[in-house]
T-cell receptor
Framework: AAGVIQSPRHLIKEKRETATLKCYPI?????VYWYQQGPGQDPQFLIS???????DKGSIPDRFSAQQFSDYHSELNMSSLELGDSALYFC????????????FGPGTRLTVT | GIQVEQSPPDLILQEGANSTLRCNFS?????LQWFHQNPWGQLINLFY???GTKQNGRLSATTVATERYSLLYISSSQTTDSGVYFC??????????FGAGTRLFVKA
């Protein structure tokens, strides 16, 4: 069965640079979620999109923005990167008609040096 | 906002032992999931269980929504069960709150 695809899997950036993470949800899934997981921490909800509209917002820094495109893939744009942005970034997707059960991608490991 | 507490925070088991992990939540929820994060960082769905009981092989889960808790049972544990077990809830909307997790290590 198809899973959530994230790219790239690993990314190394320097402070003050920008990064773009991509997420391709499971086919037919209409909702995408983004999470940030720091070392030894639980995943923190950043933002979600339902049918290409922002649906909920969590602890997402103003330096970050995201959108969902017409083909349902989503991108998380991160600017003015800081050392503290180093983390594992997960994307998840769900199908609203199946009660929002979330399936997670493999994550993108971002290292800011 | 809603609080999610998991216990115990850490657990060490001998292979073959059974265990029960608990997730308490401070308010009513309409979605609850259990995940296993393996040592490679992958988050794997175990159960979607806003209420009731489900079983999948050696794992089972029970959520008592009226009393605001969920339990994950692991029987005959194996070394591959090691990792972190997370409970995650949604209460209206799409915002999802994770508990701090239970770190499980199964010794051979």
């Amino acid at each position: 069965a198809a899973g959530v695809i994230q790219s790239p899997r690993h990314l190394i950036k320097e402070k003050r640079e920008t990064a773009t993470l991509k997420c391709y949800p499971i086919p037919r899934h209409d909702t995408v979620y983004w999470y940030q997981q720091g070392p030894g921490q639980d995943p923190q909800f950043l933002i979600s999109f339902y049918e290409k509209m922002q649906s909920d917002k969590g602890s997402i820094p103003d330096r970050f923005s995201a959108q969902q495109f017409s083909d349902y893939h989503s991108e998380l744009n991160m600017s003015s990167l800081e050392l503290g942005d180093s983390a594992l970034y997960f994307c998840a997707s769900s199908f609203s008609r199946r009660a929002y059960e979330q399936y997670f991608g493999p994550g993108t490991r971002l290292t800011v040096t | 906002g809603i609080q999610v507490e998991q216990s115990p925070p850490d657990l060490i088991l001998q292979e073959g032992a059974n265990s029960t992990l608990r997730c308490n939540f401070s308010d009513s929820v309409n979605n609850l999931q259990w995940f296993h994060q393996n040592p490679w960082g992958q988050l794997i769905n175990l159960f979607y269980i806003p209420s009731g009981t489900k079983q999948n092989g050696r794992l089972s889960a029970t959520t008592v929504a009226t009393e605001r808790y969920s339990l994950l049972y692991i029987s005959s544990s194996q070394t591959t069960d090691s990792g972190v077990y997370f409970c995650a809830v949604m209460r209206g909307g799409f915002k999802t709150i994770f508990g701090a997790g239970t770190r499980l290590f199964v010794k051979a």
